[in-house]
């Protein structure tokens, strides 16, 4: 499976990425686990990429896209894989494709997870206070809310005219959401298969 998850900061994408990664067996790839490490062991991307980060907006492109584009070429990558955070913008969209077609693959699914925003706001406070997440401040997580309606949501128009898009409602427990995840998925295998 060849899978991208997508939705608002604190939809729960890092959560169901590690289950749907793990009941296919492929490497989730998580651009914000990426930048993280890069910021926590101060290389020279985290150091261009924290600005960004603890202003609420996004990495340039310029940046991300090198970094995803090396990761989908390596060879624990060629079976199936799962993105999460990327592609954020259209430009990244038409990167990825262009990385997909260069190694024979094309995308099973895009993944798409909606919870009401003010939800989405308190849960990344609460995460923020348990994580002793500094920089979530109510204005940093309302504005990268703002930053996803701008700039990844058209993101979604552009995959539900491919035909690959589902949504997914991400309220309810981990359980229940993964469980609507897989139904979902199991379908479209099941699609291909037939």
């Not at 991300?64 to 430009?91: C, H, K, W």
């Not at 990844?152 to 229940?176: A, F, K, Q």
């Amino acid at each position: 499976m060849r899978l991208i998850l997508m939705g608002p900061p604190g939809a729960g994408k890092g959560t169901q990425a590690k289950i749907i990664a793990g009941r296919f067996s492929i490497p989730a790839i998580s651009t914000g686990d990426i930048f993280r490490a890069n910021v926590r062991d101060e290389t020279p991307l985290g150091l261009k990429a924290k600005g960004y980060m603890d202003g609420g907006d996004y990495v340039p492109d310029d940046i991300t896209n090198g970094m995803v584009r090396e990761r989908i070429a390596e060879d624990d990558m060629q079976q199936g894989f799962l993105l999460d955070g990327y592609p954020r913008t259209v430009s990244q969209v038409e990167v990825l494709d262009d990385a997909l077609q260069d190694s024979g693959n094309t995308l099973d699914a895009v993944v798409v997870l909606t919870v009401p925003e003010e939800q989405l706001v308190q849960r990344l406070l609460k995460r923020a206070r348990d994580e002793g997440r500094g920089d979530d401040t109510e204005e940093v997580l309302r504005h990268r809310q703002d930053v996803f309606h701008e700039q990844t949501e058209p993101l979604i128009s552009v995959y539900e005219d491919r035909g690959v898009l589902i949504r997914i409602d991400g309220i309810g427990s981990v359980e229940d959401v993964s469980a609507r995840v897989f139904a979902e998925l199991d379908r479209v295998a099941a699609e291909r298969a037939s």
